[in-house]
């Protein structure tokens, strides 16, 4: 099983300012990367997908990068409504499909 | 519109099964898989398991392989999570979520949470 970690658990920003979150797989998932917004009493909306490309309806300030390991999520000038819980989910090539344990930005 | 509709809240005493359904629309429903995730409190979301409902062909994580069943009806455009012998660990918010196998999940339900208690 792929193990997808997460850093930092929590991050403390200002409304306008830019935001990193970082996801390392345990073993190359090339670029089958999903990032995921989750916000209290809500299910999961599908953010990022195959690394960096934005799913349907997400700002353009929101952008992906990496393969293999290593990813990045990006929120260039953060919105009242982007504070939330951001997860990783890698899917590649067979199941379980795994998830990070997710980073908080915060106010 | 890509909608996936849940079954109610249950409340269930341990060693019991719960089956939580999850009927689809706005869409070709034999056309893409339907996964299963759970998220208990505070915790990262963990998938479940996946079904085909064009090819009927379904799997599971080795985690609940021996207690989870994932069905589908295509005349009613409903997948059923069946998860038994429940214990308080299981008690958690189950969503369904569409995704072909080795793609993202790309439309989820709001969730149904299954409260696990004696």
């Known amino acids: 099983e792929i193990v997808m970690t997460q850093s930092p658990a929590t991050l403390s920003v200002s409304p306008g300012e830019r935001a990193t979150l970082s996801c390392r797989a345990s073993?190359?998932?090339?670029?089958?990367l999903a990032w995921y917004q989750q916000k209290p009493g809500q299910a999961p909306r599908l953010l990022i997908y195959?690394?960096?490309t934005r799913a349907t309806g997400i700002p353009a300030r929101f952008s992906g990068r990496g393969s293999g390991t290593e990813f990045t999520l990006t929120i260039s000038s953060l919105q009242s409504e982007d504070f939330a819980i951001y997860y990783c989910?890698?899917?590649?090539?067979?199941?379980?499909?795994?998830f990070g344990q997710g980073t908080k930005v915060e106010i | 519109q890509v909608q996936l509709v849940q079954s109610g809240a249950e409340v269930k005493k341990p060693g019991a099964s719960v089956m939580v359904s999850c009927k689809a629309s706005?869409?070709?429903?034999?056309?893409?898989?339907i996964n299963w995730v759970r998220q208990a409190p505070g915790q990262r979301l963990e998938w479940m398991g996946w079904?085909?409902?064009?090819?009927?062909?379904?799997e599971s994580s080795q985690k609940f392989q021996g207690r989870v069943t994932i069905t589908s009806d295509t005349s009613a455009s409903t997948v059923y999570m069946e998860l038994s012998s429940l214990t308080s660990e299981d008690t958690a918010f189950y969503y369904c979520?569409?995704?072909?196998?080795?793609?993202?999940?790309?439309?989820w339900g709001l969730g149904t949470l299954v409260t696990v208690s004696s």
């Open positions: 979520a569409r995704g072909r196998y080795g793609d993202p999940l790309d439309y």
């Open positions: 706005g869409y070709s429903f034999t056309g893409y898989a």
């Open positions: 079904i085909n409902p064009g090819g009927g062909n379904t």
């Open positions: 073993q190359s998932v090339s670029s089958n």
């Open positions: 195959g690394a960096s």
């Open positions: 989910q890698h899917y590649d090539k067979w199941p379980p499909w795994t």
